[in-house]
């Protein structure tokens, strides 16, 4: 197999794994950055609650919009150093044009940036290249009519610190349950495609010839219509092999002794030196030349008219009439020779049957010639075609020796003759004429002639499927 070609390959597997794995996957991604967002809400929630708390103590303690400020007033804030606060928090307090007035910092703006008393503005921020969390509330002094702003601003690392520890709970389990997921997953599929595995082993370790029928009964259900597809496969594939070997069988057992024979003139007439026993033995080759040619050409059609030996693809409607009379036409030479009366009764009536023109005429030929090596000088021979109410019959009629009840039923099998008929032949004419007419879904039946003389030969096919109405 061509590399290349092989790359391309998708094995189920992988492709149910592919189409599995990736929708986890992608719910996990989207897990995780909803977890992400939700986390940093929930984490800045309580976190800002508490800033803007001890925003309003500070505001408290220096007394702001309470008439007697105390902007000199020392306050203690967290500076970070200690390890239940790691955090740092500086604050400033300015006019409304943003000027500082007090505080640890410098983080003033004007007023036209600032929220209000009960509605502070929070916002984010970066300070000495450590990222921070700022809240601003405005106090009224009613006596002196001013605005003071107060600006604090608190570093984030308890907030960074409890974000990554919400993430590492929500993501982890899930990345460990996506991992037992797909371990779950590979296994499942190992188990689930073991009867396919099974099935190829039972293919591979089959004996060369061996078409029996795979055992579906352990397969899954979505998987038996496949196996069932693979079993009638498996039985037109035996009928083919069987014809086959049928007719290498036929081959060999009918063309050991018209070859033998052959030989034995050949070698005959190459030692003779009388011209005249020379030319007989020639005569003799000729005579088995035409034999065997006859046997051959029956053995193919006998193999191309066997149960598997060719499909009904190629049927098409014919006009059974005029293929009767054409046939019948070919064989009035034939039958003059012997001052046969050959005849042909057409239908009057729609002739069209569903087959194969060449086989079809394969088995006419069978019947008449037939007919004419058994009906004795000045006997009459009568080719039909007439309609019925349950479809087209083909019929050919003589008025020979007949042929016993006993033997009916035997003489289309094959190589089967009677003895004492006083005829050469290899016993496949009304053998092939059954192939042909069973591939055709015909009926063939063999009865006595008019007044119970002769012998009458008829096939009734079918009617042609009718179309549905549109």
Not at 98 to 125: C, T
Not at 387 to 415: A, C, Y
């Amino acid at each position: 197999m061509n590399p290349e070609i092989e790359d391309n390959v998708l094995s189920l597997r992988t492709h149910l794994i592919n189409w599995l794995l990736t929708p986890l996957f992608v719910l996990w991604l989207f897990s995780t950055i909803a977890g992400y967002v939700a986390t940093l809400n929930y984490a800045n929630k309580p976190y800002d609650e508490v800033l803007l708390q001890r925003a309003q103590a500070v505001g408290a303690q220096l007394r702001l919009g309470g008439g007697h400020e105390r902007l000199d007033f020392d306050l203690q804030l967290p500076d970070g150093e200690s390890l239940a606060t790691p955090d740092r928090v500086f604050y400033t307090v300015s006019d409304s044009d943003g000027k500082k007035l007090a505080g640890n910092a410098n983080l003033g703006r004007p007023l036209s940036h600032r929220g209000g008393r009960i509605n502070p503005l929070f916002s984010n921020g970066e300070r000495d290249g450590f990222k921070t969390r700022n809240v601003s509330l405005v106090f009224y002094n009613p006596d002196s009519k001013k605005l003071y702003q107060l600006s604090m601003s608190e570093t984030i690392h308890q907030r960074q610190a409890l974000i990554r520890g919400i993430l590492a709970n929500i993501v982890i389990p899930q990345l460990l349950l996506i991992m037992i997921a797909v371990a779950a997953i590979w296994f499942a599929l190992k188990q689930g495609l073991a009867p396919l595995e099974r099935l190829r082993q039972e293919v591979i370790n089959r004996k060369r010839g061996d078409l029996s029928r795979l055992d579906s009964s352990k397969a899954p259900e979505e998987v038996r219509p496949l196996i069932n597809a693979v079993n009638d496969l498996l039985e037109r594939l035996k009928l083919v092999m069987q014809a086959q070997q049928r007719f290498v069988a036929d081959a060999a057992h009918q063309l050991r002794t018209p070859f033998a024979g052959l030989k034995a003139q050949s070698e005959l007439a190459l030692r003779e030196n009388n011209p005249e026993s020379r030319q007989h033995a020639l005569e003799h080759i000729l005579t088995s030349t035409q034999h065997g040619i006859r046997l051959v050409n029956q053995l193919l059609a006998l193999a191309r008219n066997e149960p598997g030996g060719q499909d009904t693809g190629n049927f098409a409607a014919l006009n059974l009439n005029q293929l009767a009379q054409e046939c019948t036409i070919n064989w009035v030479q034939m039958a003059l020779l012997k001052n046969i009366d050959l005849g042909y009764e057409g239908a009057s009536g729609a002739t069209e049957v569903q087959g194969d023109a060449s086989s079809l005429t394969e088995m006419l030929n069978n019947l008449i010639d037939n007919a004419v090596r058994y009906t004795p000088e000045g006997g009459h021979i009568t080719v039909a075609v007439a309609s019925t109410k349950t479809g087209t019959e083909l019929s050919v009629e003589d008025n020979g020796p007949g042929i016993d009840p006993q033997h009916r039923e035997r003489v289309f099998e094959r190589f089967y003759r009677i003895l004492g008929s006083g005829q050469s032949g290899s016993g496949l004419g009304l053998a092939i004429v059954a192939e042909v007419a069973k591939r055709h879904h015909a009926e063939f039946k063999l009865d006595a002639g008019q007044d119970g003389k002769g012998t009458r030969f008829s096939v009734h096919f079918p009617p042609l499927p009718t179309e549905p109405a549109a």
